[in-house]
């Protein structure tokens, strides 16, 4: 198996709280993202990485940011979280841009209340 | 955008029988994976389809993508309730990024 922690596997927090979710591979793969996964919306792009310091917005990347300082760790932060950001949070990663897939943590699932 | 559509939705099949789902693209594919998901747990990698008529088996599940490159199928053979869970495709699509079906959540009653 891929080598991916996520963290925390669960919480909950109040809404307007700032909540931050980590994820932290040990392959050394140059691409990370991150996704939630919502009933009747499937699996949908928050943001990505393609290196240290480099990262991009996906599909849902509203009220939400990223950081990756190095190359094993990338954290997602909710600025202030909201109801409707309660959902599972997955980290992927992939070895190449293409062509490669995608190799997933175990999820993170937040309630906001 | 890529649109994935996957069908069925669910199924529910009897210990021992066949089954296939489809994943079909709104445009040619360059990269189909196919992951299972259980309840709870991330998505494991299944198997990755490049070529047109490309056929890759791993065990008892059998993975094809059409000549066109538009449409892929998983096929189990001889079911049984470790195959139980959530398979989705996924496909390359814009650089980094990757767009997923909805999954088909399959049941397998012993």
Known sequence: DAGITQSPRHKVTETGTPVTLRCHQTENHRYMYWYRQDPGHGLRLIHYSYGVKDTDKGEVSDGYSVSRSKTEDFLLTLESATSSQTSVYFCAISETRDHSPLHFGNGTRLTVT | ?110
């Open chain 2, 1 to 110: 955008s890529q649109e994935l559509e996957q069908s069925p939705q669910s199924l529910i099949v009897q210990e021992g029988k066949n089954l296939t789902i489809n994943c079909t693209s709104s445009k040619t594919l360059y990269g189909l994976y196919w992951y299972k998901q259980k309840y709870g747990e991330g998505l494991i990698f299944l198997m990755m389809l490049q070529k047109g008529g490309e056929e890759k088996s791993h065990e008892k599940i059998t993975a094809k993508l059409d000549e066109k490159k538009q449409q892929s199928s998983l096929h189990i053979t001889a079911s049984q309730p470790s195959h139980a869970g959530i398979y989705l495709c996924g496909a390359d699509s814009n650089a980094g990024k990757s767009t997923f079906g909805d999954g088909t959540t399959l049941t397998v009653k012993p």
